[in-house]
């Protein structure tokens, strides 16, 4: 036993009391006479005193050379502090140490171990393990714990089975790219790295465990935008016998909860608009709703006029900026040229100010009169005071541009507040996109995903207006799960591999053991999967996914602190019959 | 919405309320006049009746064409049965049925659908989902659920972290043979999945997280004894500032726990006993104390007799069989027949009967006399009525046969009882075994664990006799968790890999940032690794792992549902920058 008590517990109750501690010093201050240390685990910072007329005079000097870092135990008595520290859980109390070890010594850290640290990104990753030691990584793991822990808490209560499926699976060319794995006793044969359960949780319906959850690790060997990860965690889910409206109740439970229990926030029913709303009013599919500035529509009080722009534009659309009336010339240039920025692409942008006085002010005044303009702000449901922005041409290009320059104008405005939560569900997604490269239909969320019963008589005629049974929950701009009824017909499930390009021959070698299951009395199924990486990161208030993982990976798939992928040697090679090319 | 209860929940409370169900035809029974079908989901068994008189004409039509597994959903009245199955928690009703709806058919499954099945182990493994809804596979995995969820629950209440480490790390010669994986971004570099988090957990501890647990899947590419998976889950734990002690005692209070909680059964505090007596006593590193039969030593009291076999034997060993005196001749003969087997090796066994007057009848009575033979039942602890197995030879093969006799005799008189539950700690592991094929020392149970400090002396000079902070946990015979305290200082860590055989080259291309780490203040840790399968197994009273895993592999390494390992497209091996041989 190295320590009686943690870093973080005591308090002046303990004033007396003889302890062992053991920890990292956080910091040294040396007056001479006195010598104080602030001693750091995982549980807190607590003050240690050497005295030159109290402690004894070795471990008086052996003090004097402790460094950043070292790792020590001391046994002292807790004494009251001369000068508090009410910001600190153990700002009452110090120990006036008796006896040091230095357990482990340390060179000095290449960064700060401070909540605000001097280290860079890389360094940083390099050193991880010391990384962690900062607080905000710190917590961030602790509070990734909690959450998965109340996720499986929650899933358990309700009836779901947390079962393990396999990771060494079989590769499949349809969506993302696989990670493979060499067979060594299977010659020429490779396994592959999951990208999801989903087959193995579909054939769990079949086998009857009626409700499934995992929290798993999934693989995509893809080209890594800013914060994605090669291999991700999702919060894996499947339920028998169930429609939509069934496992929307049931993850809409599992995320209210969540809220309520992990930031004390208690959400109202999640409102649910389908795909087709959400791209016409927020160009985009995963809205964030925690403010307003909806699209309006301006095709029939803007077009027809005398300006060319808006009538050879397929769409005119635009949001109102609220309070942003009195922006200076400046401040809308800057959101002209921020618009016309390769990554949004827009060729300009026309505002209307709408003043408080109840007329409007237009960089488009020549062609349009009052009358006009309040119709526009009409559609944008502007108020007195707010700024209309306004974009036109291609619709889905336009949209796209729009719904960045919202969530632009938002964060400028400081309307995405990071404790502020606003979940809701898009339903009614299209069953399949068009994929211009290889001229023809894929499936949108996947193949295993069912047609609405009302469209399924536009498969085969009308397959881009064909709607699925498919949802996703979004979460401040972020979708953070997604699903869908799936297929348990062998015949239509057929029919979607036909559509999406399989012959009979590879449909059989992919999924026939899928497709025959479903011979064997599959009920009606499906489920969802939560991102829990992002999950994690959105409800901890930040941005960005890394700093919730332990140890993560950089943008070209590496982990610079082991430095891996690797060399292997030749032996390894030779054994599982492969070589390099 | 496709059901108002399961099928496990209704009884006489219940009775004239309008149900709605959904499940698995398990059987019917047509009696013309009237039709009973078992519908079955993951929950129960209810009884469905069609009564010709009472139910609508074409339901009851609807009712003849249903086959086995056929997945229905029925709307009706429950009502009291009239011969009520008090072995049903269901058996006091059936359902009346109104309305039938056929959600799947089914083709006849290819085995049935029984707790005991027709189904031989390749085609139950080939229609796995099929063999999931058997009882016992399904409780198994329900089973399984319920210990990963105490698991989780007592070590998070305890203050563990459930901290993921990544699975795409850096492949390492020492150990096992590593699963690989090809990088596509990185050419001619492989990533390797993990054996175990051992690095992660303890750079963990260097960060400071104290308390860390994952269950998490591993991986090993080896050769598949019966009973082994080449990904298998480990409850992999770490703390920091701990002795021995401390691991001993907070994972004999998991176990502890766990048996409590999962089996209901109170165990005493655990025996330890160090790796000598278990070697000495039981042959054996994972002995099984459900019963006696420890080895007696003879050397002292049957060499330099007449009988050159001993004489001329390393070792004389002999156990006790409980009330084995009365074995006939041809039931002494078979157990001298089963220790010749080549896979126990034996050249022959000497027997002794303790008779129930005190005399004693041995197939040695030429050399010995009463009095030598009470001396074998003093070393051996016979008592009256007892039989004496006794083996010589090679003092290490001995033991080991004569362990395998143990176990067989304790099999054979029902010893080895699957709810009886005798855990134990092996302690004082050798730190380092000698490997005749290398004709170097390789650590026993990896490079990072500490010799007792009392020992480090002997590291250069007697290697083999050096004592490692390793710790065992033994349950029923089978080690079900293992650990030890890390080495946690760079030199030390340093001098192991050289005794292993490392070059420093070597050593800091593989282990580098690990030793790195111990230069920036690494505390004093330890952990444990639980395997999962095992524990769950043995929890749940069965000698095989496969059954409590969802979708496990053959021997092969195969899975024969999904048919992986497979062959990949010529274009995924271009992107990896690899080809066969």
Redesign the interface.
Known sequence: ???SHTCGELNASHINTEVTL?G?VQKSRDKGFMIWVDL????GLTQLIFDEKRTDKTVFEQAKSLGR???I?IKGKVIERESKNPNMPTGEIEILVSELTI?????V?PFTIEDETDGGEDLRMK???????RNPV?NN??F??KV??EV??YL?DKGF???????????T?EGA??????????E??????PQSPQ??KQ??M??????YFQIV?C?R?E?LRADRQ??F?QIDCEMA???Q??ILDMFEGLTRHLLKEIKGVEVAKFPRITYDYAMKTYGNDKPDIRFEMKFGELNTVAKHKDFGVFNTAELVVGIAAPGCASYTRKEIDALIDWVKRPQVGASGMVYVKCEADGTFKSSVDKFYDQDDLKKWAEATNAKAGDLILVLSGNADKTRTQLSALRMEVATRLGLRKSNEFAPLWVIDFPLLEWDEESGRYHAMHHPFTSPKPEDIKLIETEPGKVRANAYDMVLNGNEIGGGSIRI??RELQSRMFDLLGFSKEEAQAQFG?LMN????????HGGLAFGLDRLVSILGGQETIRDF???P?NN????V?????????EK?L????????
Chains 1, 2 share one sequence.
């Open positions: 036993m190295y320590r053991a990292w750091r685990d995982r549980y870092e070292f790792v135990q357990l482990n010594e340390a060179m850290p050193y991880r393990y010391l990384d962690i030691r710190k793991l602790l990734r714990h998965s822990m499986r808490k358990s089975c947390d079962i393990e499926t396999p990771y060494l699976i079989k590769s060319p790219r696989d990670f493979v794995v060499p067979s060594r006793m299977n020429g044969q490779f396994y592959a790295l087959t193995f054939l769990l079949v086998g009857g465990m009626d409700k690790k693989f060997d080209d090669p291999e965690t016998f169930v429609e409206e069934d348990h017909d053991f299951a479903f011979e064997f009395g599959a009920p009606p993982i332990a140890f990976k070209s798939g590496r982990d602190m082991i430095d891996a992928p690797a060399k292997i040697d390894q030779d054994e599982l019959h492969i070589k390099l090319k």
